[in-house]
């Protein structure tokens, strides 16, 4: 029988821990709290006792945080780890379909489940952008053991089996701390020859909050984020996408009418160092 570990980092998710560690327990749970404010670490240990939980003295941000967990996982023998946020749940029976995936299908290295928004009546919005024409209706009854093959899924909801941690390596800490890492590990995964995969049959949701953000978060994540994610995509040459994200500058600075892309530009200018220790490191 297959062994999972759950991997949940928290940060001030009190409202969410009931439904997110209770949809897979009796799983196996690793937590980390990056020194959240809200009582959320002494809520798991309280409520979730045989969790195995991490109280760092300081935010790790994504990528480290979860990297204790595949250390662990990989330290202690299991065989696959669950990659969950803490605003995200699994609906009954979801895991063990995708386990079940997993094991009929050892060339995924990534497999999601159809990730929802709260209530299950529509898709989480931008996990829907990779089924732009799709009916979720009509996904949730396919032939038994179908997955949809993608080119990437956001790490709301991961399984991953450990074979391919091993092969490819940990997230990021340096050049992606706390986005672009699930962007960055598919690309690395096709490149070393796995799948990315969404199993209609399992259902989740990401309750992500929906807030008005600043000008300057928007041009971070979509222009900045972006930028560094499509530099260190080693299935492509360094000089093709550095000359994409020469015209994706001027395209964002005109879309968000503003100077700020040629700000972030600079600083990209400024990793392409890293970025080339980082393509080299991950081949």
Not at 26 to 34: F, K
Not at 120 to 146: C, H, I, N, V, W
Not at 236 to 242: G, H, I, Q, S
Request: charged share 25%.
């Amino acid at each position: 029988m297959s062994r999972i570990l759950v991997i949940v980092v928290t940060y001030n998710g009190r409202p969410w821990l009931d439904r997110c560690l209770g949809s897979v327990a009796p799983a196996d749970l690793y937590v980390v709290d990056n020194d959240s404010t809200d009582g959320s670490a002494d809520y798991v240990q309280a409520h979730f006792p045989s969790a195995r939980l991490v109280r760092s003295a300081e935010n790790l941000g994504f990528s480290k945080a979860n990297n204790l967990g595949l250390k662990y996982a990989m330290e202690r023998g299991y065989d696959y780890v669950y990659l969950l946020n803490q605003d995200a749940w699994l609906a009954p029976g979801a895991l063990e379909t995708l386990v079940e995936a997993a094991e009929a299908h050892p060339d995924y290295a990534v497999l999601s489940p159809l990730q929802y928004q709260d209530g299950y009546q529509a898709l989480d919005a931008q996990f829907a952008k990779l089924f732009p024409s799709a009916d979720p209706a009509r996904m949730e009854t396919p032939a038994e053991g179908r997955i949809v093959p993608v080119k990437r899924v956001m790490a709301a909801h991961w399984l991953v089996p450990m074979a391919a941690v091993k092969k490819m390596g940990l997230f990021s800490e340096n050049l992606f701390p706390m986005y672009g890492q699930d962007d960055d590990w598919c690309q690395r995964a096709r490149y070393h020859g796995f799948k990315i995969g969404v199993v209609p049959g399992a259902r989740a949701v990401h309750d992500r909050a929906r807030r008005e953000e600043p000008l300057q978060k928007l041009v971070f994540r979509n222009y900045y984020m972006g930028s560094l994610v499509r530099l260190a995509d080693i299935n492509r040459p360094l000089w093709e996408r550095f000359a994409y994200v020469c015209l994706f500058t001027l395209v964002k600075a005109v879309k968000y009418g503003s100077f700020l892309p040629f700000k972030y530009f600079r600083t990209l200018c400024g990793q392409l160092p890293d970025v080339k220790a980082h393509r080299r490191k991950v081949r």
